[in-house]
C-alpha cells in the first residue's frame, strides 16, 4: 500500500533572506498583518515575499493570498476527498481497500500520488465535480447521479456499497454515486493551511519560500513518512499560518430581514448567495440582493471585519445603493456604490455579537441593487479567537 504522507514547517526561515534579489512581478501577493491590513508584495528570486518598498511582509503575516482577479468565479474541475479536519484533496477516486479490518480510500492526487486515508478521517467525497455539498444529518448520506438521496448507515465500504437504510440492507453500485457524506467527528485543524490552485486544502506546521520563485512544504498529516513537497508558485493561491486567526464571513449564516431604507415593500427576501465555494481562505463570495438586511453573530476573539465590495458589471446601469455596517446599533461604515463608484473596501474594528450589513438604496431606486462582498474576513488580531 503506497502511502505519502505530508506536514508543513516553518515560515521564519524566509526572514534570513536577503534584500538585494530582484522581485518577480510576475505574480502579485498580499500579506494580511496583525493590524489586519493587507499589504501587496512580491516574491524575490528567494523566495521571500517583500512589500514594493522591499521589506519582508512574510514573516510576521497572519495569512497570504494571491492577487487573482479571478478568484471568485468557475467551478471545480476534480473531484474532492473531504476530511474531518477541513483539508480537501482534489483527484481522482481509486477505490476502497480493506486491510487489516480498517477500511481506507485510495485517492489520486496530482500533487501526492496516490494516498490511502481510513475512513474514519473521511467527511465525504465528491465523485462528481461541481456537485452540491449535503447537509449533514444524523445518518450517512448517499447522494445519487439521477438527484434521489439515500440516508442510512454505511456497513460495507466497497463496490457496492452496503447501506442500512431503516433496517433494510441495500447495495448501491458506485457508478450511480455522485457524492457520500458520512456521519463524522470534526477533528481540530493543526499548524498552516494551504490553498492550491488545483482545490486541494492541506495542513501542516507551515510553507517555506524557495529559489527561483517557488515554495517547499516539508511534510503534511496525510501518510507515514515524511517528504519534501516543491511547488511552482502558480500552484499556491494563499496560507494561513496559524489556525483561528481567520473566519470566512461566508461561514457564518445571516439572519436575512427588511432594510431600514426600503422606500417599497418587498414580497420576499432573497438569501445571500455564494457565488463559490472552494475559494481561497474560504472566502467566497457573497453576492446580495438588496435593498435587505443581514444579521451575523460574530464569534468572541475576532476585532476586525475586512472584505472588498464590487458591484455586478451586468448591473452597473441599475445599481445605486450603499454597503451600512453596523453593530450595536452604531454606524461603523458606509461605503457607496453605483455606476461611478462601482468599489469599495470595508476595514473595520468589531466585536462578539450581532453585526448587521444592510445594502440600502439610494437616490436611483431599489431596482438592480446587487453587492459582491468579496474575500470578506473576521480577523483575530491578538490571536485569541
Known amino acids: 500500500m503506497f ?29 494580511l498583518q496583525p493590524s489586519g491590513q493587507w499589504i501587496v508584495a512580491r516574491q524575490d528570486g ?91 444529518t444524523s445518518a450517512d448520506r448517499i447522494l445519487l447521479r439521477n438527484g434521489d438521496t439515500v440516508e442510512g448507515f454505511i456497513e460495507s465500504f466497497g463496490d457496492p456499497l452496503t447501506v442500512d437504510v431503516a433496517g433494510a440492507t441495500q447495495e448501491l453500485p458506485l457508478d450511480r454515486v455522485a457524492s457520500m457524506w458520512l456521519v463524522s467527528k470534526t477533528q481540530p485543524r493543526k499548524g498552516a493551511r494551504i490553498w492550491l490552485a488545483d482545490g486541494s486544502i492541506l495542513d501542516g506546521a507551515a510553507l517555506e519560500g524557495a529559489p527561483a520563485a517557488s515554495f517547499i512544504m516539508p511534510g503534511v498529516d496525510l501518510a507515514i513518512s515524511n517528504a519534501t513537497l516543491p511547488l511552482l508558485v502558480e500552484e499556491v493561491l494563499a496560507v494561513e499560518r496559524t489556525p483561528n486567526r481567520t473566519m470566512p464571513l461566508a461561514a457564518l449564516v445571516p439572519t436575512v430581514i427588511e432594510a431600514t431604507t426600503a422606500s417599497l415593500p418587498r414580497a420576499s427576501l432573497p438569501t445571500p448567495r455564494l457565488t463559490r465555494r472552494n475559494t481561497p481562505l474560504g472566502a467566497s ?27 455586478p458589471a451586468s448591473l452597473a446601469h441599475w445599481t445605486d445603493c450603499a454597503l451600512i455596517v453596523r453593530q450595536r446599533g452604531v454606524e461603523l461604515v458606509r461605503v457607496p456604490l453605483s455606476r461611478s463608484s462601482p468599489s469599495g473596501v470595508v476595514h473595520v474594528p468589531i466585536g462578539e455579537g450581532t453585526l448587521e450589513l444592510e445594502v440600502a438604496e439610494c437616490g436611483g431606486g431599489p431596482v438592480g441593487d446587487t453587492v459582491l462582498i468579496r474575500r470578506a474576513l473576521l480577523i483575530a488580531t491578538d490571536g485569541q479567537s
Not at 22 to 31: F, H, K, L, S, T
Open 3 to 31: 502511502v505519502r504522507l505530508l506536514t508543513l514547517t516553518a515560515l521564519t526561515a524566509l526572514a534570513a533572506l536577503t534584500h538585494a534579489t530582484p522581485i518577480d512581478d510576475a505574480i502579485g501577493w498580499e500579506a
Open 285 to 311: 463570495t457573497i453576492e446580495i440582493g438588496g435593498p435587505e438586511r443581514l444579521l451575523y453573530e460574530v464569534p468572541k476573539g475576532f476585532t476586525i471585519l475586512s472584505a472588498q465590495l464590487n458591484i
Open 46 to 136: 528567494e523566495g521571500v515575499l517583500r512589500s514594493l518598498n522591499g521589506s519582508d511582509v512574510m514573516s510576521g503575516a497572519i495569512a497570504i493570498r494571491r492577487l487573482r482577479a479571478e478568484d471568485d468565479v468557475g467551478t471545480d474541475p476534480y473531484a474532492s476527498l473531504h476530511l474531518t479536519d477541513g483539508q480537501r484533496l482534489s483527484g481522482t477516486f481509486v477505490g476502497f481497500l480493506d486491510g487489516g479490518g480498517i477500511d481506507r480510500v485510495r485517492w489520486k492526487n496530482p500533487a501526492l500520488g496516490l494516498i490511502d486515508i481510513s475512513v474514519e478521517r473521511v467527511a465525504g467525497i465528491e465523485f462528481e465535480p461541481s456537485r452540491p455539498s449535503a447537509p449533514q
